[in-house]
Structures are given as structure tokens and as C-alpha cells.
């Protein structure tokens, strides 16, 4: 399983451990990942996603799951996220 946030497509980032002696190795900044299930409204069910804990703000922020994938960028989400994008998509089209 990647460390891939699957709505914002944040991943680890790399740097270094610097020591009292300053010292560098390399080590990895790994995203705050968590099994989520995000609800939503359009479809009324719920989904579950790996996300990270800035993104699970965002998604409150916007309003909902549906708020969220409406505005997100179709590169920055996993093939996951994009299909219940696009279900979503179809459904307030049909419900309009």
C-alpha cells in the first residue's frame, strides 16, 4: 500500500536527521495517513479512503465529500477517488 494521500496526492517527502555535531543522514517525512469513511450526500453511502489528517480537514472545510472532489483537481486524485468522482458526477446530473 503506497503512502499516498488519495485526495490531495500529498507523499513522503525526504530530508536529513542532523545530530548535536550536526551530522546529516537521510531520512523520510512520512505523511499522517488514516482509514477514513468519508459519507457521501449525492449517493447517500459511504466510502473509504487512506487519507492524511490536513485533507480530512479540508474535506470538513469544504463541506462534505461531494464539496471536496467537485473542486479537486482530477491529477491529484487516486484512481479510487476519480471513479467515485465521477458517480457522483452522474448522479446530480441524473437528479437535476
Given at each position: 500500500?503506497?503512502?499516498?494521500?488519495?485526495?490531495?496526492?500529498?507523499?513522503?517527502?525526504?530530508?536529513?536527521?542532523?545530530?548535536?555535531?550536526?551530522?546529516?543522514?537521510?531520512?523520510?517525512?512520512?505523511?499522517?495517513?488514516?482509514?477514513?469513511?468519508?459519507?457521501?450526500?449525492?449517493l447517500?453511502?459511504?466510502?473509504?479512503?487512506?487519507?492524511?489528517?490536513?485533507a480530512?480537514?479540508?474535506?470538513?472545510?469544504?463541506?462534505?465529500?461531494?464539496?471536496?472532489?467537485?473542486?479537486?483537481?482530477?491529477?491529484?486524485?487516486?484512481?479510487?477517488?476519480?471513479?467515485?468522482?465521477?458517480?457522483?458526477?452522474?448522479?446530480?446530473?441524473?437528479?437535476?
Open positions: 500500500m503506497s503512502r499516498r494521500c488519495e485526495l490531495t496526492g500529498k507523499g513522503p517527502m525526504s530530508g536529513n536527521n542532523v545530530s548535536h555535531a550536526n551530522n546529516k543522514t537521510k531520512r523520510r517525512f512520512l505523511p499522517n495517513l488514516n482509514d477514513v469513511t468519508l459519507q457521501s450526500e449525492a447517500r453511502r459511504g466510502f473509504k479512503f487512506r487519507i492524511s489528517a490536513a480530512l480537514r479540508s474535506v470538513d472545510h469544504r463541506g462534505g465529500l461531494d464539496a471536496f472532489l467537485a473542486k479537486a483537481k482530477d491529477s491529484e486524485l487516486s484512481s479510487n477517488a476519480l471513479k467515485v468522482k465521477k458517480e457522483i458526477e452522474k448522479s446530480v446530473q441524473a437528479g437535476a
